[in-house]
């Protein structure tokens, strides 16, 4: 139990930040006899990103998609320390992080520091808003559980502000325009959400303003979804069409007020004009930024001078120009795409690769203790001689360890409509599908990836309740 954490002299401190991909995946499979661990985040739970999208609309609840870190740490072998809190500052030269406690409740500590011997980053990245104007002020961002419950609220709200008494109807059309801007599978999964909320339940509920929902999709590349194939491109492009989605490729936002978005576009004819989107509702999706925390911890770090978006790691992922830091998902530079399933498959390396470290440490002592009985015992010298011998082998084989070898298993992502897109690799071959089918391979796929049973029993709930009662639209 957590009560019973007593830091271990003998051992390591073993400090990871976060609580995300990353982070989970490397507590769950990491030895924790072996190490003193102390975990760090401002959010006390795991949250199943890829379903946060069907949090918007109600499609699952918000807590189905949330696994209490509390309750990933209270199964390992041995006590793991976990602090709410953000790290605001590394010291890679005195090895302390300095933690704040920035909720809501304070104590009289809210400020200290912890030291420690090998050091985890896996702080994941914030929202890009490549300081365009206005986007932090008055966009939404789809990255929390509280972002997600934000845009429900504010749904709803467009829609009865939609409703009130004697609004014209310019106001009525600006209030019903939902305006996404970013086509990467973010953008693309929330836009379809949303049009499900409205054909499958605001349709039935608020009858008289069904026909004036319009959702835009706003895209500054040529077309949504880079990283899938161009066939799976074109289905969602023509499923968008058929659920009235408009998607606008090359059109860059420059600039965002209260009630509308700015963007330049370019024409069939490589001219470009400006745009003006009036919206009741704007969602930002395009991508990740790095943490200051892990900005400011590159800038101390000379061997990082060149990196841009993230801590340069190595084969090992240990950060480049330190020997005793990692960093694994979104806020490293591995080489791979900022995905949950590259964060959780660099949290499974490095679970092993500490595991090893301490199986070779605890060999290596071995050797130096039978070594030095070696000269006091001669009697015994050729046995001790074979047993050092049959340990150096054992060492040789467990220091074997190769380095981090990413396995693609596909991307997969859902638009609407009981469909979903899939670039799969299997039994060596790719091969890229859409549809119905594929997005009950979608839903079976994340049922098999979701943390916990309760959470697996709890989005199985969710799903079913949502088809017979249809989602709730009730503004909490
Ligand atoms: P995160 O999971 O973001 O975790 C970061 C952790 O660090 C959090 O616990 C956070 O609270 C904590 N933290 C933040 N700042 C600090 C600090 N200063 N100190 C300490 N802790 C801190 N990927 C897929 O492969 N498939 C999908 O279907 C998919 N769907 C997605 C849907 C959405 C809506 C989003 C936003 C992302 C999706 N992704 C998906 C991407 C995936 O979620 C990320 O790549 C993944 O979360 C990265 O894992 P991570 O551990 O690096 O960061
Ligand atoms: P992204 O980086 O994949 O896409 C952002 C998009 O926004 C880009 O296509 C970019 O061209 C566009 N953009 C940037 N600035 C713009 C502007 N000013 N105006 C208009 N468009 C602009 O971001 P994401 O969708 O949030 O995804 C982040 C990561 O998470 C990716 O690695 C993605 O693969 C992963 N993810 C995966 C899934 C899935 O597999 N189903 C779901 C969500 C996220």
């Known amino acids: 139990p957590e009560e019973q954490f007593e ?27 072996n190490y003193n661990v102390i975990v760090i985040s401002p959010r006390n739970y795991f949250l199943f990103t890829p379903l946060l999208p069907s949090c918007t609309t109600g499609t699952v609840e918000h807590r189905s998609i949330m696994e209490p870190i509390r309750s990933i740490t209270r199964h390992k072998q041995a006590a793991v320390k976990f602090y709410e809190a953000e790290a605001t500052k590394i010291d890679h030269v005195n090895k302390i992080i300095t933690i704040d406690d920035n909720s809501d409740i304070k104590g009289a500590m809210s400020k200290t520091g912890v030291p420690y011997d090998m050091l985890v980053v896996s702080v994941g990245a914030e929202n890009a808003t490549f300081g365009i104007p206005g986007v932090r002020e008055n966009a ?44 990467g599978p973010t953008g693309v999964e929330f ?23 319009k959702v835009t999709l706003i895209e500054a590349l040529p077309n949504v979804l880079p990283m899938f194939s161009k066939q799976l491109i074109d289905y969602t492009e023509s499923t968008f069409k058929e659920e009235k989605i408009t998607i606008k490729t090359k059109t860059a936002v420059k600039k965002v007020t209260e009630s509308t978005v700015e963007a330049e576009a370019t024409g069939p004819d490589g001219k470009k004009y400006t745009e003006i989107l009036p919206y ?25 001078k060149d990196s841009r978006r993230g801590l340069a790691v190595n084969e090992y992922l240990v950060v480049q120009g330190t020997h005793d830091i990692w960093a694994v ?24 690769l500490f595991n090893t470290m301490a199986k070779t440490e605890a060999i290596e002592d071995h050797i130096h203790d039978l070594s030095s009985t070696l000269n006091l015992k001669p009697g015994n010298a050729a046995e001790i001689a074979k047993e050092i011998e049959e340990n150096e082998k ?15 298993q596909g991307s997969l992502a859902y638009i609407g409509s009981d469909r979903a897109v899939a670039d799969v690799s299997w039994l060596n071959g790719n091969f890229a599908t859409g549809g119905g089918l594929t997005y009950l391979f979608w839903r079976s796929a994340y049922l098999s990836m979701c943390f916990s049973t309760r959470n697996r029993v709890l989005v199985v709930i969710d799903w079913a309740k949502s088809k017979v009662f249809g989602r709730d639209v009730s503004r909490e």
Not at 191 to 213: M, T
Not at 343 to 350: D, I, K, R, V, Y
């Open 140 to 183: 939404c961002f789809l990255k929390e559980i509280g972002d997600a419950q934000q845009i429900r609220k504010k749904i709803m709200d467009c829609v009865e502000t939609a409703t009130f008494k004697d609004q014209s109807p310019e106001e009525i059309e600006r209030l019903l325009h939902m305006v996404v801007v970013g086509g």
């Open 280 to 304: 009741g509702l704007l969602v930002w999706a395009t991508g990740n930024a790095v943490r200051p925390v892990v900005g400011d911890l590159m800038s101390q770090i000379p061997a990082q």
């Open 7 to 33: 830091p271990d002299p003998s051992k390591k401190n073993l400090v990871i930040l976060g609580t995300g991909w990353g982070a989970v995946s490397l507590l769950k499979k990491l030895d924790t006899e």
């Open 394 to 408: 054992q060492l040789r084989r467990i220091k074997d360890i190769k380095p981090f070898h990413y396995t693609h």
């Open 329 to 352: 998902g979104d806020c490293a530079v591995s080489g791979y795409a900022p995905t949950a399933q590259v964060a959780s498959q660099e949290g499974s390396f490095l679970a092993r």
């Open 191 to 213: 836009a379809g959400e949303l049009q499900d909320f409205f054909d499958q339940d605001v349709k039935k509920w608020v009858p008289e303003i069904s026909d004036k929902v």
